[in-house]
């Protein structure tokens, strides 16, 4: 069957590169279309929803090359750069021309902002296309993450036990649920997708061990859905976050972490400070219980209300 995405067509055995229309004014966003020749499911890969998250966009571009119609079972859509102008200035959560969070505008407004406009286009030209939908992030320029995912939670059992068992085939050593419905991921959940926004790396950049290992997450996943054959590679068990905690700044100033991402702690562990100009103590923040730092802050200036620390508390090991 052949893959038709607004200006962009692939026809069974075919792969195709092309535009994705926004509106008349706006960015246009890249699309890889892989259309195998034989039946099966449709996956959407998406990446640089957030632009400078450098690591995913590159995994993406690099797989939507080296997989051919002929290496798989139904179709593949590549959303290469779902914010191109924050990927083109390296400009960290935001979309320059509104300064909103694209994963924080979905399911979007047709005659909204620019993000809100990128939203709906993805909802509405993409979600319809797709049975699973990958989000690839990664850190941000000021953050950085262990290897984990999301997947949604908040949108009906059915969805979230496919998008669990997702989840599992990818080598990432800890999933976590999102109630979140206003990201790319949680909107297709709630849309009947199942859905994963995946994580690596940060800081705006990646070493070639961190793209690889992105890859073949991504690589993973799709021989569990029998869209490419082989063997899924894993080299950790991974575990469940039963709750998680994401603490903000309460004030501006320069921001110490004490822990790195990764790094398991206990109940009342210093997490990190934020001192003034002059050094002095403003905010100390502590775990609250056991658990694993998912992600936090690494630059120094910040400001009342940026992310810090996340964290999860670990399910019990079988």
């Known amino acids: 069957m052949s893959l038709h995405i607004g200006n962009c067509q692939a026809e069974p055995g075919e792969k195709h590169n092309g535009m994705l229309e926004v509106g008349e004014h706006d960015p246009k966003l890249p699309l890889t279309l892989v259309c195998g020749k034989e039946e099966g499911p449709t996956v959407l890969v998406s990446s640089g929803i957030h632009g400078a998250e450098y690591i995913g966009i590159q995994a993406a571009m690099e797989l939507s090359r080296e997989i051919e119609p002929k290496d798989i079972k139904g179709n593949l859509i590549f959303l290469l750069v779902a914010n191109p102008s924050a990927c083109r200035d390296f400009v960290r959560f935001a979309v320059p021309e509104d300064g909103k969070n694209l994963n924080r505008m979905f399911p979007g407004k047709k005659d909204g902002s620019l993000s809100e406009r990128i939203a709906y286009t993805m909802v509405k030209e993409l979600y319809p296309k797709a049975d699973y939908f990958l989000d690839m992030h990664a ?21 979230a036990e496919a998008s669990k068992n997702m989840a599992k085939a990818a080598d990432m050593a800890v999933r976590a649920r999102s109630g979140s419905l206003i990201g790319a991921c949680g909107c297709a959940g709630a849309h009947g997708i199942p859905s994963l926004l995946l994580e690596r790396g940060g800081g705006g950049v990646f070493t070639r061990e961190e793209v690889e290992l992105y890859k073949q997450d991504i690589r993973n996943i799709l021989i569990h859905l029998h869209v490419l054959e082989g063997e899924e590679i894993h080299t950790v068990s991974q575990r469940e976050v039963n709750k998680a905690a994401y603490i903000e700044a309460d004030t501006e100033g320069f921001w110490y972490p004490a822990l790195n991402a990764g790094d398991q702690f206990s109940s009342g562990t210093f997490l990190g400070e934020i001192r003034d100009i002059w050094g002095d103590l403003k905010k100390a923040y502590y775990g609250e219980y056991d658990g694993i730092i998912l992600y936090q802050t690494v630059g120094m200036g910040i400001k009342e209300g940026d992310p810090l620390v996340a964290y999860g508390m670990l399910e019990e090991e079988n």
């Open 139 to 159: 850190g941000d320029t000021s953050e950085r993450v262990m290897p984990f995912l999301y997947f949604p939670g908040g949108a009906g059992e059915d969805v």
